[in-house]
């Protein structure tokens, strides 16, 4: 697998605590907020912060199309990658294996940018998202659940 970034995703208590914590006290200049979720860019990584509600909304199992088809979590590894068709590879060889993986899926979110997005656990139940960037020409409105 070649990432091309990696973001992990935490649940904290209060997201504006969060930002104010990283940015004032720890002193990480670029921390910011965005829709409620606190992004923190280190040097190869992105750490997102969300407010427990929000986080167990985007990872728990939902009736209706969840945006992450998996259980709730204490947290999610994303990474980057390249195309399609490398998330289908990684995908369908974890399913052969002691993993679980998820079936891929489009989402669109409400800035409008498009994603497909591929879920696996491994062995232990350690979540891994992984993301490719669709271009206008590869992602359709209407295509996934709308992230908020």
Known sequence: MKTQGVV????????????????DVVGIERATMNLGTVCLELQGMTVFLADV????KYS??????????????????SCAIASIEEIDRILAAVAESAGRSFPAHR???VSGRAQYIGTF??????LW???????ETEATPEEGPRAS
Request: negative net charge; without cysteine.
């Open 60 to 77: 728990r199992e939902a009736k209706r199309a969840p945006l992450l088809p998996v259980p709730a979590t204490d947290a999610i590894l």
């Open 8 to 23: 992990l995703s935490l649940a904290v208590t209060d997201a504006e605590r969060s930002l104010e914590f990283y940015r």
């Open 121 to 126: 656990a491994d062995p232990d139940g350690h």
């Open 129 to 135: 998202q992984l993301v490719y960037n669709l271009t």
């Open 53 to 56: 509600e929000a986080f167990t």
């Open 107 to 109: 989402i669109v979110h």
